[in-house]
């Protein structure tokens, strides 16, 4: 090993030793996140011994990370060892310290991987010593064997850094809970809004949410000079269906009408089943009038009728409105409007009668 070997305890000041450790040790306690312990590792473990490098590493399926590092030289920063071929996987897996007077002398050292390093003696401590998840490795670049004293000190700032590890990982699961509280939170809310809105049967928007986004929509289209048509519709003869073929039939009826009325529709226009057979569509991008749009609405029913395997032909009610882009009525009074159109076309129409 040759004469120049020192194991002196005298040569670090036991007193500043801990001292400092017991710095270390209040600054571990205060970390939030690894990249605090890790900061506060790395220069602890070399003012606590006066060495030229010190090393963080941490275990990682079955291979040592060198984490981190504070050196006067580069040393394995961001490397990756089998656990095997590493004196941190070493110190690790017999989860004890190992102290290296001269790497070179040493078979558990890859002497490769030292070759283009300062280093020519060491200390390796494993953090945790129970189930050990990582070590902390202190480095001279002379043949120099630790004290008792020295590793002791070093052990103890593994195990303060292993209480430390467990508390910053304690937050970071406590954190990533309440992230996730948060965005189920979030869901839940967007969820209870959404059915706030949607009718449970069509998936179209209930009343409150014609009344809600169709406000919108019309005073958007006003903002824009732009003209609008509501329409109100009812499905002529429901309770004849619901009488004679039962509610899941209506119900697949209100289904079959929701369907059509948004295929004939435009994504922007604001569709919404408001009532049993009741049905709303605003239509704020169009440049067709009151008559073709009516006409669409009425072509659609009749393709239902010829698509659709059922004992009864569909028919509709429309009361139609043209908005101006200057009309000042509120959503509302258009609807009531649309209604009064439709309950006059109503009044004039034959109810429909089951097919025999």
């Not at 509501?230 to 079959?256: S, T, Y």
């Not at 009408?257 to 049993?276: F, Q």
Request: aromatic share 4%; hydrophobic share 45%.
């Amino acid at each position: 090993m040759g004469g120049s070997l020192t194991s002196d305890p005298s040569s670090v000041d036991y007193v500043h030793g801990m001292e400092r450790l017991l710095v270390a040790v209040q600054e571990l306690s205060l970390a939030q996140e690894l990249a605090d312990v890790q900061r506060i590792v790395r220069s602890a473990a070399r003012e606590i011994l006066g060495c030229d490098g010190a090393t963080f590493v941490l275990r990682d399926d079955g291979t040592c990370v060198y984490v981190d590092e504070d050196a006067v030289a580069r040393l394995w920063k961001g490397s990756r060892f089998p656990m095997e071929s590493c004196i941190g996987g070493w110190a690790m897996l017999h989860r004890q310290a190992v102290v290296i007077p001269d790497v070179y002398e040493d078979d558990r050292i890859p002497h490769d991987a030292y070759r283009t390093t300062f280093v020519k003696s060491l200390v390796m401590v494993p953090i945790r010593r129970l189930e050990p998840v990582g070590a902390i490795g202190a480095y001279w670049a002379r043949e120099r064997l630790p004290s008792a004293q020295e590793v002791a000190l070093l052990q103890g700032l593994a195990d303060s850094t292993s209480v430390a590890m467990a508390h910053v990982q304690m937050i970071s699961e406590l954190e990533q809970r309440v992230r996730d509280r948060t965005a189920e939170l979030s869901q839940a809310n967007a969820e209870i809004r959404r059915l706030s809105l949607t009718d449970e049967l069509t998936g179209l928007h209930n009343l409150r949410g014609f009344n809600a986004l169709g406000q919108a929509a019309l005073s958007a289209a006003r903002d824009r000079g732009q003209e609008c048509l509501l329409a109100f519709l009812d499905v002529d003869g429901l309770k004849q269906v619901n009488d004679d073929e039962g509610h899941d039939a209506g119900d697949a009826l209100i289904a079959d009408v929701a369907r059509t009325l948004r295929s004939v529709l435009a994504p922007a226009d604001v569709l919404a089943r408001t009532g049993g057979d009741e049905f709303c569509v605003l239509v704020t991008e169009t440049d067709a009038d009151s008559h073709l749009l009516k006409a669409r609405l009425l072509e659609s029913f009749l393709a239902l009728n010829e698509a659709a395997d059922r004992r009864y032909h569909l028919s509709v009610s429309v009361g139609l409105v043209h908005v101006a882009a200057d009309d000042t009525k509120t959503l509302q009074q258009l609807v009531t409007e649309a209604d009064g159109l439709m309950y006059a076309e109503k009044k004039g129409k034959p109810q429909p009668r089951l097919a025999i």
